[in-house]
């Protein structure tokens, strides 16, 4: 795909220059900017909330911009939305679509909507059910549809006329984990003859379908980069975790006994008397043969060692965190300056919605690990 | 936009909302006929009918009804997003709109002549002032829509979308009563003068600027909210 990429001459399919959104005083999307060049999938990550869906907005014409200009294939969205919209498939938020009409209706009518050519409607019609896989129910009412074909009809619905780029918001929420796998595929697949852009807060997805990754938060962009590289960069240290059975208590001076150890924390303390601890050191240095000679020697009985995996979880993690942190600097710098009750009261909603989001954030990974391993074994499962 | 007239139409006759418009106004207008025939003593008059008090009564409901669908609905399910991210303009997509309401609107008004044919078979015709009624009609009508459009533009709320629409129509309905000058803005009075057979030029004017106003309005509402989404 990267190799296509280049082949393919790299023309920027999309601009986006120094956009900005503001409701009222709330900034959503601040002065942001990127490209997308011609046969790329690009993937918007970021937080709930964090501005993905607003930015795609905006790139389809939907909402307008505060400041800051878009261009679609070299028509701009906001002087000639016409052409530029032509130019565009969206699947929005949520895969809104006319309930009452069948598949294949539905599917006509968006193929009148973006002017394709009457002599050829049909025919297309036929051909993106049949790509999408729609041929069984295509002649069903789509309220009658389970989510997933409805997904499907929504992104059928964004393909029909075939238009350069596909925006697709958050593809795959709402989606059990085998129509997430099918529609990944799909949208792999779609992505060797359209560009795509994606939203999605789920870092496992973007790492396995894109080629490049917006991280977004708080309406600002994080990173720009390829998902190896964004774990790349977070790789700068060396994470172990071990347990052990420290019964004289010797864990907490073994830092001056090893001095490649940068950090030692405990992690957990289980019921059984073993205790987790996380160790740290530089990147080039592997602590693994080093303690299983020392730890014996103290006593120290070793129940499990295993190497901390760096994956694009990490490295959003780490940049979010770092804007988190820099965020409430500022904030509490304000407070300082003025005692005005409200600003305090926003800081701590802020606050509290930043706790709630890592929380979040937490929770989805966890789920997406699952995912990730589910999805990993059904794929070996196919291969066999 | 022809695209979107043919879906819209659909989409009536697909929910019921169609057939009661129509069903519901031919029944109010049955009732009108056997008013005017009881008052008139046999010798009734088309014109007259749809000026009892059934007509414009059931008139003034089924047309929210027909109305407060269009954006509500479509901002509600999210279905605007596919409409605005097309490649046609926010002005066509409020007339394709407009127009299959008219349209479902003019089929009510068609069924109305099966009375025609009975009054020429039964009575006697003044066929002059019957379609100049009907003319007079159809505007009230489009004027009518269009505040239900620009109603509807409005809210997300269909419900709400239709109470605007009937209030407004009350409102200029009953204005005249309070107000002396409130008589010109009053929509029914002007269709009044439709059915003497005449028809009234100022009052074709002031009904067709009334609906273009309220079109452009919709379309700048709905113009407006891009910016303010």
Known sequence: ?384 | MWAIIKKEVKTYFLSPIGYVFIGIFLIAFSISFYLELMYTGGRVQFNYIFTYLPTILSFAILIPLLTMRTFSEERKSGTEQLLLTSPISITKIVIAKFISAVIITLIAIACTSMFLIIIRCFGTLDITAALVTIFGFILLSMAYISIGILASSITENQIIAALITIITFVATWVLPEFLQTGASFSLINMFSKFTTGQINIAYTVTYLAFTVLCLILTITVMQRRKSAK
């Open chain 1, 1 to 384: 795909m990267h190799i296509l990429n280049y082949i393919r001459g790299g023309i920027t399919l999309i601009e986006v220059k120094n956009v900005t959104k503001k409701y009222g005083n709330f900034t959503a999307v601040d002065n942001i900017s990127f490209d997308v060049k011609d046969g790329e999938i690009v993937g918007l990550l970021g937080p709930n909330g964090a501005g993905k869906s607003t930015t795609m907005n905006m790139i389809t014409g939907f909402i307008e911009m505060t400041d800051g200009e878009i261009i679609v294939n070299g028509y701009n969205i906001s002087k000639k939305p016409s052409k530029a919209k032509k130019q565009i498939g969206y699947m929005p938020e949520g895969v809104p679509s006319y309930q009452e009409l069948t598949a294949k209706e539905f599917i006509k009518y968006m193929s009148e909507l973006k002017l394709v050519d009457r002599k050829i409607r049909k025919e297309q019609v036929q051909e993106v059910i049949k790509q999408i896989g729609l041929e069984e129910v295509q002649n069903k009412l789509i309220k009658n549809l389970s989510r997933g074909y409805k997904q499907r009809v929504s992104m059928a619905g964004a393909l029909v006329g075939n238009p350069d780029v596909l925006i697709l918001d958050e593809p795959t929420v709402g989606l059990d984990p085998k129509q997430i796998l099918e529609i990944r595929t799909l949208i792999k697949e779609l992505g060797k003859k359209h560009t795509v852009i994606l939203s999605s807060h789920i870092l496992s997805e973007v790492s396995q379908i894109c080629d490049r990754v917006v991280i977004i938060n708080n309406g600002k962009i994080v990173a720009i980069d390829t998902p190896e590289n964004l774990e790349e960069k977070s790789k700068n240290k060396n994470i172990l975790y071990v347990t052990v059975e420290d019964k004289a208590e010797k864990m907490s001076s073994l830092k001056d006994k090893v001095k490649d150890i940068q950090e030692l924390e405990l992690v957990k303390d289980n019921e059984d008397g073993t205790k987790q601890y996380k160790v740290v050191s530089e990147e080039n240095i592997d602590l693994r043969k080093k303690m299983f000679e020392v730890l014996p020697k103290e006593d120290i009985t070793i129940f499990e060692l295993k190497k901390a995996e760096v994956s694009l979880e990490d490295a959003f993690m780490k940049l979010i965190g770092d804007k988190n942190e820099r965020n409430e600097e500022k904030e509490v710098e304000q407070q300082g300056n003025s005692k005005d009750e409200e600003e305090n009261k926003e800081t701590k909603l802020v606050e509290n919605s930043i706790e709630q989001d890592q929380n979040l954030r937490k929770e989805n990974i966890d789920k997406n690990t699952e995912n990730q391993t589910k999805s990993e074994k059904q794929e070996k499962g196919g291969e066999e």
